[in-house]
């Protein structure tokens, strides 16, 4: 009996160095490179943190460093990129680093169940299918911006309604501005409607609330090996993810049944005519319409919430915006629509949206890449063929060898005092990956410009309607994993109709 117990015993150890060995011991390639510890990636797993800690205390020395370091992340060691020269290389090579989400990564997981293949990490003539139908519709000219200026009002008269329930308490945001940000996905580029902004129990948005809790699990986004076994609760994962998904394509057919209800130039009517012609077929539909849909609102989003964090402890930069704005005489809304051209002539506003970016990119860390032969990157790094490659903005876009000391500080007139000099640092710091938010090359974030148009209209009209500052109860953390933006911020909002 004694033997048999310590044969067990043994077979454990050695299972356990077996799993360490083959999974969790840093590959010897790139060989001038330092790994972060394996256990870094499961520390929210075991514990409530903010990730920007994490990123401090474990990954930002050795990662400034060298350039880059080697990450566990997704089951898998892959290398993470810091510097601006080594990005401009990925970027540059679509060949060499060619796009390979997580369709081919882990295809098994609910992650790819739920993007499928998609525009944002296909490949080669795929890629090129895809970006024929999406680069259109999300690039053209005539965004209806009055849908957008109604549904910003109609956002200020929420937040108004729930400031006035919280008394002096703080007003969680970020129900109302994922409402938001789908309603003007939806309504303005998809031209869907799914009446998320005036009904918090609009199918979308429970079913949107229930993926977002799934997908960001630590322990299943490190080891999406998980996902082929049976469990429940990725059972049930999956099926949320197929309704989330059927709810979408519902919503898309219905709008275009409707008389008038999409323009031939939207991107919803192109992607139902690129299924209706061959050109895609039933399931690149699906995955495509999902990833539009979740990139469309969820980074703008999120760049929302981290803006009005930013004006919110920066109370003389929300004032400075406040008197652009009276300065163009926008400070009384009105029924009329906000020129778009007038709002891109606005230097601080372009400067406060680029820094808020420049601290807190949607996508902070992204890694979708590999090698398809052997690299040397920098000239320095030897990567093996076959290695999952990525980079991470949230690092690239503080490094203090290039933003200077104050990296780290909210400092919108770093990017010049008038529009054709923040125009041209703005190309500057892109063409030399040293602000990577929108990422770059051709792979290029398409909705840049949707994105910034949302969030001129949503700061003009928020800043002059109220005015904001942090809830002093609310502590001040960002996420524990996935995107890095505070976590469930409360805002104290005041009308400027009683100043």
């Known amino acids: 009996m004694l033997i048999f117990i310590l044969e067990i015993i043994l077979l454990f150890f050695l299972s356990i160095f077996f799993i360490y060995y083959i999974f969790l011991l840093p590959p010897k390639y790139p060989q001038n490179i330092p790994a972060v510890p394996f256990w870094v990636a499961l520390i929210p797993f075991f514990k409530d943190v903010d990730q920007s800690d994490i990123f401090r205390e474990y990954i930002q020395e050795p990662l400034r460093k060298h350039g880059a370091v080697k990450l566990f992340f997704g089951a898998q060691w892959n290398v993470l990129v810091h510097k601006p020269q080594y990005l401009q290389e990925i970027f540059k090579d679509e060949d060499l680093f060619e796009k390979s989400g997580n369709q081919k990564k882990i295809p098994h997981s609910v992650l790819s169940q739920f993007l499928g293949d ?228 606005m230097p601080f506003l372009t400067s406060v949206i680029y820094e808020s970016l420049r601290l ?60 054709v000099a923040i125009q041209k640092q703005y190309r500057h710091r892109r063409a030399r990956a040293e602000w990577v938010s929108f990422h770059g090359g051709r792979r290029a974030c398409l909705g840049e410009k949707f994105a910034l148009l949302q969030m001129r209209v949503t700061l003009v009209s928020l800043v002059r309607k109220m005015r904001w500052g942090l809830d002093p109860t609310w502590i001040d953390r960002k996420t524990p994993a996935g995107p890095l933006y505070p976590r469930a911020l409360r805002l104290v909002f005041e009308s400027r109709e009683k100043q």
Request: net charge negative; glycine share 6%.
């Open 360 to 419: 807190f990119p949607p996508i902070g860390q992204l890694v979708n890449r590999h090698t398809s032969e052997n690299a040397l990157l920098g000239g320095e790094i030897m990567i093996p063929k076959g290695t999952y490659v990525g980079y991470n903005c949230y690092s690239t876009n503080r490094d203090p060898t290039v933003w200077g000391e104050n990296a780290n500080v909210f400092d919108p007139a770093r990017w010049g005092d008038n529009t």
């Open 118 to 345: 998609n525009i944002i990490s296909a490949h080669g003539q795929d890629w090129k299918t895809y970006q024929s139908v999406v680069k259109p519709g999300l690039q053209r000219n005539n965004f209806e911006v009055e849908k957008l200026v109604k549904n910003a009002e109609s956002l200020c008269g929420l937040l108004k309604d729930a400031q006035l329930r919280a008394g002096n308490g703080g007003v969680p945001v970020q129900e109302f501005l994922q409402r938001y940000s789908v309603a003007n996905l939806s309504e303005v580029v998809l031209q869907t409607e799914f009446d998320a902004l005036n009904s918090l129990n609009a199918p979308i948005n429970v079913l949107q609330t229930a993926v977002k809790r799934e997908i960001f699990k630590p322990i299943f986004m490190n080891f999406p090996v998980l996902d082929r076994f049976p469990f429940p609760s990725r059972e049930q994962a999956r099926k949320t993810v197929d309704r989330f998904r059927n709810e979408l394509k519902r919503g898309l057919v219905e709008s275009s049944t409707k008389a008038n209800g999409m323009s031939t130039d939207g991107l919803g009517r192109r992607m139902l005519d690129a299924r209706d012609s061959g050109t895609w077929n039933e399931k690149q539909l699906l995955d495509n319409l999902t990833v539009a849909f979740v990139a469309g609102q969820e980074n703008p989003q999120l760049c929302m919430i981290s803006t009005l964090y930013l004006l919110a402890k920066h109370p003389e930069i929300q004032s400075k915006l406040y008197q652009e704005i009276l300065q163009f005489n926008l400070g009384q809304p009105a029924d009329d629509v906000l020129d778009p051209e007038v709002l891109q002539d």
